[in-house]
C-alpha cells in the first residue's frame, strides 16, 4: 500500500522559510520519480519541483525557481522540498507524489501539508 507522509507546513510570514518532508512508503522509493504539488483555493493543482530518480535531473516551476529546492533521501525514503523566501502567493496545500518519469504529472499523492504565508 502506497503511503504518504507529509509534514513540515505551516505558518510564516512573507520572507520566511519552511521545509516540507515526506516519508513515503509501499514501493521502491529511490527507483521512483518524485515531486511536489500544491493547491490554492480556487485554483488548479500544479507542479512544484520534481526530481528524477535515475539521472537525478531536477525541475522548478518558474514562479518558485531561485527560491525552493527539493531532495531526496533515498535511504530514509523521504522527500524533501526547502521553500525560503516565502510570499502569500505560496499560500497552498502542498503535496507529495509519484511523477512519471521525464514529465511533469504525477501518478498519485498524498494528503498534504498546509503552508500559510501571510504579508
Known amino acids: 500500500q502506497v503511503r504518504y507522509e507529509e509534514s513540515g507546513g505551516g505558518s510564516v510570514q512573507a520572507g520566511g522559510s519552511l521545509r516540507l518532508s515526506c516519508l513515503a512508503s509501499g514501493f521502491i522509493f529511490r527507483v521512483t520519480c518524485m515531486g511536489w504539488f500544491r493547491q490554492a483555493p480556487g485554483k488548479e493543482r500544479e507542479g512544484v519541483a520534481g526530481?528524477?530518480?535515475?539521472?537525478?535531473?531536477?525541475y522548478y516551476a518558474e514562479s518558485v525557481k531561485g527560491r525552493f529546492t527539493i531532495s531526496r533521501d533515498n535511504a530514509n525514503n523521504t522527500l524533501y522540498l526547502q521553500m525560503n523566501s516565502l510570499t502569500p502567493d505560496d499560500t497552498a496545500m502542498y503535496y507529495c507524489?509519484?511523477?512519471?518519469?521525464?514529465?511533469?504529472?504525477?501518478?498519485?499523492w498524498g494528503q498534504g501539508t498546509q503552508v500559510t504565508v501571510s504579508s
Open positions: 507524489a509519484r511523477i512519471v518519469c521525464n514529465s511533469r504529472s504525477a501518478v498519485d
Open positions: 526530481i528524477y530518480s535515475e539521472n537525478g535531473v531536477i
